[in-house]
């Protein structure tokens, strides 16, 4: 197959990206992005990369908690326990 790119644009972008070591050919280069863009076809995929995502994000969330004593700044209260 050959691809003709008539946007110089877009040629100066891939020669770049290739001259940057980012891909090893053109072909590289389309491969990696259409597998980037690649819309899952499947239901259960689907949900299945969402649940993970949702999971990631409630990992996130657990965060520390800043129960911090009545009247303490936020501020001093991150410098507790720093010597100075």
Known sequence: ???EIHN??????????LKAGHFASVEDMLLQTFKA???PNDEKER???AR?????????RKGVR???PEGVSLRDYAHTGHRY
């Open 1 to 3: 197959m050959t691809i």
């Open 66 to 68: 800043l129960e911090r």
């Open 47 to 49: 949900k299945a990369k």
């Open 37 to 39: 863009t690649q819309v």
């Open 52 to 60: 993970d995502a949702a999971a990631r994000i409630r990992e996130l």
């Open 8 to 17: 110089a644009e877009l040629e100066s972008l891939l020669e770049q990206h």
